[in-house]
């Protein structure tokens, strides 16, 4: 699918406007989060929730959530205050910004743009942090980024993670609008299978996470070419797994057919757009 294309539906998806009409199917202020993912050696959870349940305090607290990843373009005063009383570290990672990366179709632009968020929530969860990822009504910002850490921790393709994220929280929806979110996990799933995540991984450590993201929008990184600013390209290597510990979906849970092509494209079969 030509890039253009894929970003004129990602721009005409207003997602704060299909998170509102979701919260409309609960009480006005319900907070509302769910598990998706328990670290087999600390027990430090990963959640996807709202945003009600993110400026929290009782919510943030009963769960021990001192880690928060926040994928809406803007942050909200009502949450910077919030965190800074209950010392809550955010990682802002505004996930509709893949459509502005550079090198759209490269496996390592890819790995280089999920980095910072699969590495700053790893790492949370290692030193026992729960993380709370959260949108509007965590379900396709937040659903989508939640989904690529399933696939980064387990080995999941991308099918088998949306089957366990749905499973554990059913709002999530990576199809909204065809914008989009359901082919770039298709990216990230090839980006996997030639193990470019662990070293872009470790390269947005050494920058610092949140550096890291932005660089990928900068000048020097978009539009500067010579041979002195060009970034080394990234040799593969495998990611250590952690430990399954999930539900299994049921047989009647939605899910896609994938196939991988001679050439290492990526395919979903039926309805859903062709990668390529």
């Given amino acids: 699918m030509p890039c253009c294309i894929l970003n004129r539906s990602t721009a005409t998806t207003d997602f704060d ?47 021990n959530i001192r880690r928060i990843v926040t994928c809406t373009q803007e942050v909200t005063q009502d949450s910077i205050r919030v965190y800074k009383e209950l010392g809550v570290e955010r990682f802002h990672y505004p996930i509709t910004r893949f459509t502005e990366r550079p ?52 080995g999941l393709s991308a099918k088998d993670a ?12 990576p199809y909204i609008n065809d914008c989009g979110f359901d082919k770039l996990l298709l990216k990230l799933q090839r980006s996997l299978r030639l193990g470019l995540v662990p070293p872009a991984i470790d390269e947005a450590e050494r920058l610092g996470f949140a550096a890291a993201f932005e660089y990928i929008f900068s000048c020097q990184n978009m539009f500067i070419r010579c041979l002195c600013c060009k970034r080394p390209r990234l040799e593969p290597r495998e990611a250590p797994l952690e430990t ?12 896609l057919e994938t196939c991988e092509g001679a050439n290492g494209e990526v395919r979903i079969l039926g309805k859903q757009p062709t990668l390529t």
């Fill in 244 to 255: 399954v510990k999930v539900t299994p979906a049921s047989q009647g849970t939605k899910s």
């Fill in 162 to 173: 949306i089957i366990q994220a749905q499973l554990h929280r059913d709002c999530i929806d």
């Fill in 103 to 154: 090198y759209k179709r490269c496996p390592e632009s890819t790995a280089r743009f999920f980095a910072p968020l699969l590495g700053w929530v790893s790492k949370s969860l290692e030193s026992g942090h729960s993380v709370l990822i959260h949108c509007l009504a965590g379900a396709h910002r937040a659903g989508t980024a939640g989904i690529a850490c399933l696939m980064h921790l387990q």
């Fill in 17 to 63: 406007k299909e998170g509102r009409k979701l919260q409309k199917l609960h009480p006005e202020g319900t907070s509302s989060l769910d598990s998706i993912w328990q670290h087999p050696s600390t027990g430090a959870n990963l959640f996807v929730g709202n945003l009600v349940a993110a400026v929290s305090e009782k919510v943030l607290q009963s769960e």
